[in-house]
């Protein structure tokens, strides 16, 4: 009988058995054994999840080998850590892919279904071998969803115009049917709005000549009327669309509109004034508008506070050829009323406007100064050039310089036409120098100066008082309110150093 040791198997005996042969003993009690089976049956798993499920009588693990524990590598803790870690991870973007993909599936679908009901609008305006009564209604109420699905939905308002449902809704402008003609004129206005494409699109079509075509119909209906009104409106937006509406006659429709409030609502009279607005942007309208009466108009409705704004707008452009300049200039007391806007007027914008037109006016005229200082435009524009808006002062000291020169000639042609005889000067304006000479005589204009320097004192006085009487009025006292003497005392002692004169 031998003993040997194996590496970790314990202690073994060979005893020589009675055939002749070998047999191994092992010298191992059964608590070994068992230690070496839960062992092999927990292999693979951590440390900790060992320690909880031994329990206190389970000898513990035998220590590891020299060079397993000189072998660097992550602790069995922190790597089991990481390998948990990293599961879950996987877990949740396998998740994050089925949800996104989920999403994805369900936006494709919602699309598709959105296409496939735009589509089924679009055929139904189309033409069929039905009845006509039936194809009129079934166009109409196509119509009405056009209107409906392009009122909020801008993807829906170009999905429509690609899938070719302008053609179909511009012929139906031929139709006899006035409610045919309205649910078409209101998908049309729908579809171009905020969309240029689809305003170029509507234009190129035909809607405008169609719709010259209805508004030369003896009897229009108002709602009618109104769906045109606001068609004009929306495609005149469109440089492209300017020139063509403005050849088409639609202007003088739209003066008509604007004339007559009787005839129309309110808001079909503001949206008329927009889209003229916007067609007196282009030079080649302006001769339309002022055929069509517009100007007489504008300058009678200017007291109007709520449309003050866009009138003087459209007279800003009109001046700015002849014909628009012609037509103010002939307008009953047309630059009076612009004048009593820079007195009145507390809007900023219709000041510097009025400014404008009047500084047009001065520059390119000599006879619209005389009418200008006629309706007493100094006082008003020394005014503005103390209280106004910086473009205000820029545009009221332009007119000031305007005047100055035309004054200037007017002392020039009175000398002239003096000669020889000229015994002295009839100033009204500033002279440079102390002395002048004229047919031989000479002449001292001290108090000729002395003369301009008392009249705008006196302006300078006036203005002041009118803006003392605004301040009151704006601040709701008294009627009878009276200014203080040291407020006298200021007026009284301004100097006009800082004005154009």
């Not at 069929?128 to 166009?139: A, I, P």
């Not at 801008?154 to 115009?161: D, S, W």
């Not at 229009?220 to 020139?243: Q, T």
Request: charged share 25%; with cysteine.
């Amino acid at each position: 009988m031998a003993t040997c040791k194996g590496n970790d198997g314990g202690s073994f005996i060979m005893e020589r058995a009675a055939g002749g042969g070998l047999r191994l003993w092992s010298l191992f009690s059964g608590t070994s054994f068992r230690r070496k089976l839960i062992e092999a049956l927990m292999c693979g798993v951590s440390q900790e999840e060992r320690e909880a499920s031994v329990g206190d009588n389970c000898p513990p693990p035998p220590p590891l080998r020299r060079e397993e524990r000189e072998k660097p590598g992550p602790a069995p803790l922190e790597e089991s850590r990481r390998h948990t870690k990293s599961e879950r991870l996987s877990v949740l973007l396998k998740l994050d892919v089925m949800e996104s993909g989920s999403e994805l599936e369900a936006e494709t679908r919602r699309k598709m279904e959105a296409l496939e009901v735009l589509q089924g609008v679009v055929k139904r305006l189309q033409p069929r071998d039905d009845v006509e009564n039936e194809q009129d209604l079934r166009k109409m109420e196509a119509a009405k969803d056009v209107r409906r699905l392009a009122k909020e939905d801008t993807e829906a308002r170009e999905t429509l115009a690609m899938l070719g449902a302008i053609p179909p809704l511009v012929g139906m402008l031929d139709s006899a049917d006035v409610n045919i003609q309205e649910a078409s004129l209101y998908a049309l206005l729908n579809l171009g709005v905020g969309n240029d494409k689809n305003k170029a699109a509507i234009a190129e079509a035909g809607a405008v000549h169609n719709m010259v075509k209805l508004i030369q119909t003896t009897s229009l209906p108002l709602s009618l009327s109104e769906a045109i009104v606001a068609n004009f409106l929306g495609l005149s937006a469109l440089d492209a669309n300017k020139p063509v509406i403005g050849s088409s006659g639609a202007i003088r429709f739209l003066v008509e509109t604007f004339r007559n409030p009787a005839a129309s609502h309110a808001l079909a009279k503001q949206d008329a004034l927009r889209a003229l607005l916007n067609l007196s942007i282009a030079a080649e309208n302006v001769p339309h508008i002022v055929d069509a009466g517009l100007v007489p108009d504008i300058v009678a409705a200017v007291g109007d506070m709520e449309v003050s704004d866009r009138l003087l707008s459209v007279l800003s452009n009109v001046v700015s050829t002849v014909e628009g300049r012609r037509a103010v200039r002939l307008s009953q007391e047309a630059i009076p009323i612009l004048v009593d806007v820079l007195r009145w007027s507390d809007s900023p914008g219709c000041q510097e406007k009025a400014a404008y037109v009047l500084m047009v006016m001065a520059h390119k005229a000599y006879n619209d100064r005389a009418t200008m200082i006629e309706a007493g435009i100094v006082s008003s524009l020394l005014e503005l050039t103390l209280f106004g808006s910086s473009l205000a002062q820029k545009r009221a000291s332009r007119i000031l310089d305007c005047l100055r020169v035309n004054k200037g000639k007017q002392v020039m042609e009175g000398s002239e036409a003096g000669g020889a005889g000229f015994s002295g000067p009839a100033v009204s304006a500033p002279l440079c120098g102390s002395r002048q000479e004229e047919g031989g005589l000479e002449w001292d204009d001290e108090a000729g100066i002395s003369e301009e320097r008392k009249a705008v004192k006196s302006l300078v006085q006036q203005s002041l008082q009118n803006n003392m009487r605004r301040i009151v009025r704006r601040a709701n006292l008294p009627q009878d309110f009276a200014p203080s003497d040291h407020f006298k005392t200021l007026t009284a002692t301004s100097t006009s150093k800082s004005l154009p004169f």
